[in-house]
C-alpha cells in the first residue's frame, strides 16, 4: 500500500474521533482531552504518524491509541467501519 496512505488514514480516524466527542451527546471531557492530546502527538512526532510499529506504552501512556489506530487502519474493513461509526 502506499506510504501516505496509513498516516493519512490516521489522520483522518483521529480527527473524526475528536470531533465525534466534541459534537456527541455524551460529553466525555476527559476522554476528549485525551484524543486532542492524541492528535497534537500525531501531528507534532511524524514518525509516529508514519510507522506502524506498536508504540512502547511505558514512554507515553497516550501510545496504547496510536497502537489502536495502527491496527485500524491496516485493515480496510476494520477502516471503513470506524469511518462509518464515527460520522453519526
Do not use: C
Request: proline fraction near 2%; avoid cysteine; hydrophobic fraction near 35%.
Amino acid at each position: 500500500m502506499n506510504v501516505f496512505v496509513y498516516p493519512y488514514r490516521k489522520l483522518v480516524i483521529q480527527y473524526k474521533q475528536v470531533q465525534y466527542l466534541k459534537n456527541g451527546t455524551t460529553k466525555n471531557t476527559v476522554r476528549y482531552r485525551e484524543q486532542v492530546q492524541v492528535l497534537r502527538n500525531l501531528l507534532l512526532h511524524p514518525s509516529k504518524l508514519l510507522t506502524m510499529k506498536k508504540q512502547d506504552r511505558e514512554k507515553d501512556w497516550l501510545n496504547k491509541y496510536i497502537n489502536h489506530l495502527n491496527m485500524t487502519v491496516q485493515s480496510d474493513r476494520l477502516y471503513k467501519l470506524a469511518k462509518e461509526k464515527l460520522a453519526t
